[in-house]
């Protein structure tokens, strides 16, 4: 019997499915890879920009503050923490919608993003006067890095202003602000705009990734 030869198209195909393939998959996922931990950043002078990872300029970073929470604690946001952070505030001139926002964030964000810590700050409302029942079991049945917060107004427009928050006209609310490790902004994020709110798991997972290693893993791709 002789030998079972291979065609020369069928060469070609093996050729391709072994080599050609691969290495374009290869190079999309280094591609893909590039694109990770590209938030913009806000700089100094309250805009953003992108991030430069070699011989940065300062960056905007927000100061630390203190606040007591619903539980009778304090919450403390520092510059030795390290975590990622989603900051919400909610003034008192439009408390009908904070139910709504809570359950969002607990439904929609929280579930999906559990390496983030959410401070959730109210104005003036340090008795719970302004829900129709008390949102603090809901709370701390999704997380424990759900904090909820109340301030004066005088220290909510004070941190506010150190998160260079406007109301947004549209929402007669402010952005959701999205916080890095290193205590910079990364994003404002509005809920009425349905892909930006899809998006905020994601954005924090791109953060994540920005203080992973920076080399090729086909792990972090995927996942």
């Not at 983030?116 to 029942?133: A, H, T």
């Not at 008390?134 to 997380?143: D, G, I, K, R, T």
Request: charged share 25%; proline share 5%; aromatic share 12%.
């Amino acid at each position: 019997m002789g030998e079972n030869k291979i065609s020369s198209p069928k060469k070609k195909l093996l050729y391709v499915g072994l080599f050609i393939v691969p290495f374009l998959v290869a190079m999309a996922l280094i591609f893909v890879s590039k694109g990770l931990g590209t938030l913009p950043i806000m700089d100094m002078n309250g805009k953003f920009v992108q991030l430069k990872h070699k011989n940065p300029p300062p960056y905007y970073t927000v100061p630390e503050f203190s606040l007591p929470t619903f539980t009778g604690d304090t919450l403390t946001f520092n510059h030795e923490d390290s975590i990622l952070y989603m900051i919400t505030m909610f003034p008192k001139n439009n408390s009908k919608e904070w139910e709504k926002h809570l359950m969002y964030i607990g439904e929609k964000i929280i579930k999906r993003a559990n390496n983030v810590r959410v401070i959730g700050i109210y104005e003036d409302d340090y008795e719970l006067k302004m829900w129709s029942e008390s949102p603090l079991e809901y709370v701390q049945s999704v997380s424990d890095k759900w904090f909820m917060t109340h301030a004066s107004t005088s220290e909510f427009e004070k941190i506010k202003a150190s998160l260079k928050l406007e109301l947004n006209d549209s929402t007669n609310l402010y952005d959701y602000v999205m916080i890095d490790k290193d205590e910079h902004i990364r994003a404002y994020c509005s809920i009425n705009d349905a892909k930006v709110a899809r998006d905020i798991p994601k954005m924090f997972k791109i953060l994540s990734n920005q203080y992973v290693p920076r080399k090729f893993d086909i792990k972090q791709i995927k996942n």
